[in-house]
């Protein structure tokens, strides 16, 4: 049996389409119907006519994908896949931390679980944080999970920012002092990171960009070389869709083991038995869509 060839039959017989995420494996990007960042992808699904969506990603993705498309079936292949700074807040921490700061407003990255979606006024992703900062109508700030995106967001406002203190465990790995290292090694490359790094990295960097940003960023300019500040497996697709360019890592490879659990065979059989549904409770879909709803009309009108 050619894995690929029954995965396409399948996707035909069953109306499915394949979202996958830019740090996937290689042979899982190359079979994706949407390749893209979290909220791209989820917008994707919103769009299409597709009854099944293979979300290959990690959990709160495929939540959100079932939150801005509770009709559909979302199927995440591998159950396991969540996302540690995800689960490093819960909808209880976020309500004591309301309970303490009662005129601000929550934003919460769309790197959340469905019940703190739930219980935020408003989502951002790493892309239009600073936008949605910006654009909110409140002077105080709780905003989860992520310290290093706020970090970065407090540097754009006079706001008062009230940041949980989660991260990103990938993104932590990237060290200032490697980071220098390869500058050393590669002085005309230009260094792009994600703001989901550390403040000293971010420092250091000549872009800070969202994955989608990164793309975008390498596509239109007249530079060759660049040093990568994220997740690896971007670099597969910056390369291919770049073939003219060179990308480097920043330092070590930096690899999320969630992100890199789906295989051709879970997706296979995803599609196969309808394995794993996202299954949401019906007034937790109803306030995280208020929340994801709000972030597209502040961003998108």
């Avoid at 199927?75 to 909808?91: F, Q, S, V």
């Avoid at 480097?248 to 599609?271: E, F, H, P, Q, W």
């Avoid at 409770?281 to 929340?291: R, T, Y």
Wanted: hydrophobic letters at 40%; aromatic letters at 8%; glycine letters at 4%.
């Amino acid at each position: 049996m050619d894995i690929v060839e029954e995965i396409i039959r399948l996707k035909k017989e069953k109306n499915a389409i394949i979202l996958v995420h830019n740090y996937q494996r290689s042979e899982i990007q190359d079979i994706a119907d949407f390749l893209g960042d979290s909220l791209g992808l989820s917008r994707k699904a919103v769009k299409t006519d597709a009854k099944i969506i293979v979300f290959c990603g990690v959990r709160f993705m495929a939540e959100t994908a079932k939150i801005l498309s509770p009709e559909k079936m979302v199927l995440l292949p591998r159950k396991e896949a969540g996302c540690p700074m995800a689960d490093m807040i819960t909808a209880e921490d976020l309500r004591i931390l309301k309970e303490k700061y009662p005129g601000a407003k929550v934003v919460s990255y769309v790197n959340t679980n469905a019940d703190v979606k739930a219980e935020s006024d408003i989502c951002c992703t790493s892309a239009n944080a600073i936008k949605v900062v910006r654009n909110i109508k409140a002077e105080k700030i709780i905003f989860t999970p992520d310290k290093n995106l706020a970090a970065y967001c407090q540097r754009f406002t006079d706001k008062e920012i009230i940041p949980w203190n989660g991260y990103c465990y990938v993104h932590e790995k990237i060290r200032e002092e490697e980071v220098r290292l390869a500058k050393e090694k590669f002085p005309d490359a230009l260094l792009l990171v994600h703001p989901e790094c550390n403040t000293s990295v971010i420092d250091l960097a000549d872009e800070v960009l969202s994955t989608s940003g990164m793309l975008n960023f390498a596509k239109k300019t007249d530079k060759k070389r660049f040093l990568i500040g994220t997740e690896e497996g971007l670099i597969y697709r910056l390369k291919k869709e770049n073939p003219g360019k060179k990308f480097y890592t920043v330092g070590t490879a930096k690899i999320c083991r969630n992100m890199k659990m789906t295989t051709l065979n879970d997706v296979y059989l995803s599609l196969k038995e309808e394995r794993y549904a996202i299954k949401l409770p019906e007034d937790i879909i109803k306030f995280a869509q208020k929340a994801l709803t709000a972030m597209l009309r502040n961003i998108y009108g």
